[in-house]
């Protein structure tokens, strides 16, 4: 598949239970971070968003948390399922907007 | 609404040859982009494009990476000669404006034998 030579960090989690995913930024000017969803033979597909000015924003079954002081995001999966087993990256956006540094992606599996 | 296409899908060439990668971003995007995923690391950025312009190129490689965007509607990228290192999964994203949200599109494999 496509992750091949790509060694991923794992969570694995019961179907039903809730998934907390994590991430480490490096540049703390950053202003605007992205979690995305990348399932087998896809892109990576927008979850939820967050800017420098919040420290949690909730979207359907999913929360982002940041602390800026450590520079680390998390992402909350509320009642995990099948169908959230993917890699997921975060993302931080360059002041120019145009630019998006990708982290090295956690493989949720999710078991039934 | 169709979303970001490439093609092909997946390829496989011979180290020296030539490889063309193809991405027609959504409809009325003007920002596209290319990003890679090359063996053991993280997806990085490539190049932007607004319309036929190439606004930034600080992501490319080397010089055997060509991109193009004629007529600002497609994208093309060509790796001549491709090398062993080329090897991953290419992503084209496209975007109404940069600051907005990019919606990526399926990816080309490539494997460099």
């Known amino acids: 598949g496509e992750s091949v030579g790509l060694h991923l960090p794992t969570l694995s989690v019961q179907e039903g239970d809730n998934s907390i995913i994590n991430c480490a930024y490096s540049?703390?000017?950053?202003?605007?971070f992205i979690w995305y969803k990348q399932e087998s033979g896809k892109g990576p597909q927008f979850i939820i968003d967050?800017?420098?000015?919040?420290d949690k924003r909730q979207g359907q079954r999913v929360t982002v948390l940041l602390n800026k002081t450590v520079k680390h995001l998390s992402l909350q999966i509320a009642a995990t399922q099948p169908g959230d087993s993917a890699v997921y990256f975060c993302?931080?956006?360059?002041?120019?907007?145009?630019?998006?540094?990708f982290g090295g992606g956690t493989r949720l599996m999710v078991k039934p | 609404e169709a979303g970001v296409t490439q093609f092909p899908s997946h390829s496989v060439i011979e180290k020296g040859q030539t490889v063309t990668l193809r991405c027609d971003p959504i409809s009325g995007h003007d920002n596209l982009y290319w990003y890679r995923r090359v063996m053991g690391k993280e997806i990085k950025f490539l190049l932007h494009?607004?319309?036929?312009?190439?606004?930034?190129e600080s992501g490319m490689p080397n010089n055997r990476f060509l991109a193009e965007r004629t007529g600002g509607t497609y994208s093309t990228l060509k790796v001549q000669p491709a090398e062993l290192e080329d090897s991953g999964v290419y992503f084209c994203?496209?975007?109404?404006?940069?600051?907005?949200?990019?919606?990526f599109g399926p990816g080309t494999r490539l494997t460099v034998l």
């Open positions: 993302a931080e956006r360059n002041n120019a907007g145009n630019m998006l540094t």
């Open positions: 494009f607004v319309k036929e312009s190439k606004q930034d």
């Open positions: 994203a496209s975007s109404q404006v940069p600051g907005t949200r990019k919606f």
């Open positions: 540049n703390s000017a950053s202003d605007y």
């Open positions: 967050i800017r420098s000015n919040m």
